[in-house]
């Protein structure tokens, strides 16, 4: 089993940047791939970044390609999501999550068995 719990989210105006963490429980974090979604109200979970276990591969949607970095701490258990230029758009809660593979193999929200209770943004214009 891994637990997963979201911070660093909140109100931000428009051009502002913020980093999300995601600290893992448990001894296998180091061996998985994690990834963030996020969902806005009336919207499908969508795939925003991933890296796989070791930190060398990420991939990120095209909405928030060249705004936004994922990294890891593999000793801290944590993932992070640090996200600049933020737009109104980019509201939604956020979430990480695993399927416990090494690397990221989908973007398919459906895939991923084990999230986090998500953290809300929200950007002002």
């Known amino acids: 089993q891994v637990q997963l719990v979201e911070s660093g989210g909140g109100l931000v105006q428009a051009g502002g940047s913020l980093r999300l963490s995601c600290v893992a429980s448990g001894r296998t974090f180091s061996t998985i791939a994690m990834a963030w979604f996020r969902q806005a109200p009336g919207n499908e979970r969508e795939f925003v970044a991933g890296i796989d276990w070791i930190g060398g591969r990420t991939s990120y949607a095209d909405s928030v390609k060249g705004r936004s970095t994922i990294s890891r701490d593999n000793a801290k258990n944590t993932v992070y999501l640090h996200m600049n230029n933020l737009k109104p758009e980019d509201t939604a809660v956020y979430y990480c999550?695993?399927?416990?593979?090494?690397?990221?193999?989908?973007?398919?929200?459906?895939?991923?068995?084990?999230w986090g209770q998500g953290t809300q943004v929200t950007v002002s214009s």
């Open positions: 999550a695993t399927d416990r593979r090494p690397a990221i193999a989908t973007m398919s929200a459906a895939v991923f068995g084990f």
